[in-house]
């Protein structure tokens, strides 16, 4: 087991800073609205939003890109310097540069196989005050539509007794994502559009998989909204549009069936290290 640093919140804002700075560089436009359904900002310790037991939140965000979390966590700190904690899988954060700044950064990870201490983990943060962020896709959605989404979030916010705020990034996409690497040309002066959704709050004995369905529909509502006023005009066919809107985008179809495709590689993976 590679060593890992204790959590800092001198690293964390060291972190949020630097991607303060990066978009300042690049000049990057954040367009927001739904932010009245933030949580109101609390009293403050430190540099950083004071942890008040029972007023935590479960951010469930949208996950085309590979920089989505950046816009969240940058809106919520614009706010009231607040600290988003994301639950990370595994693979990442055993990654040798990776790994290190996300133990440092006090984020929650989910192991291969056991799953159950990083929920309880989760959920006593949250019933403690802290914000939890999670992508309830479980990946990046090729097709730039929200797809399946996983029940963990409803379940933890539940448990917990914390609202579920929905967030629905646009843009962040075209700056880096699956198969399409970074472009300076495309990252000047982006513009990244960002919707917050009115919180969700469930009751202990919550039908997760029919609430979840639910937040698919406000999250992909989110991302329509966000479309419908982008400032950005796409040229026909592209790659970063929907397909149902013109876009090159892979369909849905497309979609599940490379998602299928990668599972099952994933699966052979598996098979083959376990033998």
């Avoid at 700190?77 to 700044?101: M, N, S, T, V, Y």
């Avoid at 983990?121 to 990046?140: H, I, K, M, S, T």
């Avoid at 730039?144 to 914390?162: D, P």
């Avoid at 919707?195 to 039908?207: C, E, N, S, T, Y």
Wanted: glycine share 10%.
């Amino acid at each position: 087991m590679p060593w890992r640093p204790p959590p800092s919140d001198r690293f964390y804002r060291f972190l949020v800073r630097t991607g303060l700075f990066l978009r300042w560089a690049l000049q990057v436009r954040i367009i927001t609205s739904g932010t009245e359904h933030l949580p109101d900002p609390g009293p403050r310790h430190g540099a950083s939003r004071a942890v008040v037991p029972g007023v935590g939140a479960v951010f469930a965000i949208t996950h085309f890109g590979y920089l989505d979390f950046a816009a969240a966590e940058l809106l919520l700190w614009k706010r009231e310097r607040g600290q988003l904690r994301f639950l990370i899988h595994q693979g990442a954060a055993d990654h040798w540069l990776a790994g290190p700044a996300i133990a440092a950064s006090g984020h929650v990870v989910v192991g291969y196989a056991e799953r159950s201490g990083a929920y309880d983990n989760a959920v006593a943060r949250l019933r403690a005050g802290e914000y939890l962020a999670v992508f309830p896709e479980a990946g990046v959605s090729r097709s730039f539509v929200v797809r399946e989404c996983r029940t963990g979030a409803v379940r933890m916010a539940a448990e917990a007794g914390v609202p579920v705020i929905p967030v629905s990034v646009w843009g962040t996409h075209r700056l880096l994502t699956r198969g399409h690497g970074f472009s300076l040309r495309r990252g000047w002066r982006a513009p990244v559009r960002v919707h917050v959704g009115a919180p969700l709050r469930f009751p202990p004995d919550v039908d997760a998989e029919r609430e979840t369905l639910l937040l698919r529909r406000l999250l992909q509502a989110g991302v329509d909204r966000c479309i419908a006023d982008f400032p950005l005009a796409p040229e026909p066919g592209a790659w970063w549009m929907p397909s149902h809107l013109g876009g090159g985008a892979p369909s849905e179809t497309e979609r599940q069936a490379l998602d299928a495709r990668d599972a099952a590689r994933g699966r052979r993976r598996g098979r083959r290290s376990a033998g």
